[in-house]
């Protein structure tokens, strides 16, 4: 079956960095953009980045756009987010997605920046 585990969140102070990881299996990776994710309490699930799982094209939302990296490592199918300069307002869950129709989704990992 298919399944999504997001590994790689924490605590930070603000300015500092971390690195996601999610591990994908269970389905042909090449029909598939991948992308993260996050939401914070209260708030909607949010769209951050996409990397498509083909050519390596990236797309980022404004509050990620310069900060982020999205990327993935075909040999181990994992999907990465490289977050740097965090912030308080970066603090949520994040979640991975395979991104068909409507795709599928990890448990996400949490993610908590300190002021």
């Known amino acids: 079956q298919v399944q999504l585990v997001e590994s790689g969140g924490g605590l930070v102070q603000a300015g500092g960095s971390l690195r996601l990881s999610c591990a994908a299996s269970?389905?042909?990776?090449?029909?598939?953009?991948m992308a993260w994710y996050r939401q914070a309490p209260g708030k909607e699930r949010e769209f951050v980045a996409r990397?498509?799982?083909?050519?390596?094209?990236?797309s980022y939302a404004d509050s990620a756009k310069g900060r982020f990296t999205i990327s993935r490592d075909n040999a181990k199918n994992t999907v990465y987010l490289q977050m740097n300069s965090l912030k308080p307002e970066d603090t949520a869950t994040y979640y991975c997605?395979?991104?068909?129709?409507?795709?599928?989704w990890g448990q996400g990992t949490q993610v908590t920046v300190s002021s």
């Open positions: 997605k395979a991104v068909r129709g409507t795709g599928y």
């Open positions: 269970g389905f042909t990776f090449s029909n598939y953009d």
């Open positions: 990397v498509d799982w083909g050519t390596g094209s990236t």
